[in-house]
Nanobody
Framework: QVQLVESGGGLVQAGGSLRLSCAAS????????MGWFRQAPGKEREFVSA???????NYADSAKGRFTISRDNAKNTVSLQMNSLNVEDTAVYYC????????????WGQGTQVTVSS
């Protein structure tokens, strides 16, 4: 079993920055893929970014150039540095984990609210 706990959400003005963190515990390792997703009001959950190990990173087009995902395997944490935030980034952000050898994200955090004001 794996538990994920996000932190770092909040209210920020457009153009500002936030850093989200996710702490993983349980049966997880650096070989698992950890990702960030978000869900805005009235919209479906969407992919933001993912990292496999510490070097293989993937970003949604909306995140490229503004967001940076990183991972500390020693601490079992993954972070999402978000810069140049705009109101369209307002959403609940979820940390998720996909175990090595599987194709779906089976473990999810409770979510953290990010609100960007204009």
């Amino acid at each position: 079993q794996v538990q994920l706990v996000e932190s770092g959400g909040g209210l920020v003005q457009a153009g500002g920055s936030l850093r989200l963190s996710c702490a993983a515990s349980g049966r997880t390792s650096g070989s698992d893929t950890m990702g960030w997703f978000r869900q805005a009001p009235g919209k479906e959950r969407e992919f933001v970014s993912a990292i496999l190990g510490t070097a293989l990173k993937n970003y949604a087009d909306s995140a490229k150039g503004r967001f940076t995902i990183s991972r500390d395997n020693a601490k079992n944490t993954v972070s999402l540095q978000m810069n140049s935030l705009n109101v369209e980034d307002t959403a609940v952000y979820y940390c998720a984990l996909k175990l090595r050898g599987t194709s779906t994200y089976d473990y999810w955090g409770q979510g953290t609210q990010v609100t960007v004001s204009s």
